[in-house]
Nanobody
Framework: QVQLVESGGGLVQAGGSLRLSCAASGRSFRTYPMRWFRQAPGKEREFVAA????????DYADSAKGRFTASRDNAKNTVYLQMNSLKPEDTAVYYC?????????WGHGTQVTVSS
């Protein structure tokens, strides 16, 4: 069982930055690849970024490439999403996800609002 709690969201002006955190419970956290998703009002949840178990491999949606950076600290059971050059279209609830095989865990999300 993995429990996830996101934090770090807020209101920021376009061009600004935010760093999201996702704190996980359980020793098995370090065995899970982690992903970030987001969901804007009236839209489906979409993939943002992924990071491998050891943090050496990452993947990003086209919308996030060059602006967002995923990282993790397994000693702290935490995964991060550094978001730079934010745009109004980045406004959404951001979720972290731990997925491996049949195991799929989600946090409750953190709101990011980017004003123009």
């Amino acid at each position: 069982q993995v429990q996830l709690v996101e934090s770090g969201g807020g209101l920021v002006q376009a061009g600004g930055s935010l760093r999201l955190s996702c704190a996980a419970s359980g020793r098995s956290f370090r065995t899970y690849p982690m992903r970030w998703f987001r969901q804007a009002p009236g839209k489906e949840r979409e993939f943002v970024a992924a990071i491998s178990v050891n943090g050496r491999s990452t993947d990003y949606a086209d919308s996030a490439k060059g602006r967002f950076t995923a990282s993790r600290d397994n000693a702290k059971n935490t995964v991060y999403l550094q978001m730079n050059s934010l745009k109004p279209e980045d406004t959404a609830v951001y979720y972290c996800n731990a997925h491996r095989g049949e195991n799929d865990y989600w946090g409750h999300g953190t709101q990011v609002t980017v004003s123009s």
